[in-house]
């Protein structure tokens, strides 16, 4: 599985931006794709995720502001992020996990995180 991750970008406080994730390889089952982000000296944090069954989660610092989205057909998932705000710089990754065929086996694979910087 490969995750190109695109969209990141230079915004001041209150603008938006869309973030893009293609997903190309195997397809998990019980999968779950999203995005976590990581700010310098900071742990990576889940932003939001959404699973097979289009069940959504989202961190409480976005809520309101991201909206999180699929498209199946094309295996892309995005992410809307309004109102931004300075704390919202972070390294974006994309993440995608699930299980084997067999529901045996744990798999998780990150793209290379694209840059978000939100100037106040």
Known sequence: VQLQASGGGLVQAGG???LSCVAS???????????????PGKQRELVADIN?????????????????????A?????????????????VYYCNYRGRNLFLTEEYEY???GTQVTVSS
């Open 16 to 18: 938006s931006l869309r």
């Open 52 to 72: 097979n069954g289009g069940t959504t989660t989202y961190a409480d610092s976005v809520k309101g502001r991201f909206t999180i989205s699929e498209d199946n």
């Open 110 to 112: 990150w793209g290379l």
């Open 74 to 90: 094309k295996r892309q998932v995005y992410l809307q992020m309004n109102n931004l705000k300075p704390e919202d710089t972070a």
């Open 25 to 39: 390889g195997a397809t998990l089952s019980n999968n779950v794709i999203g995005w976590y982000r990581q700010a």
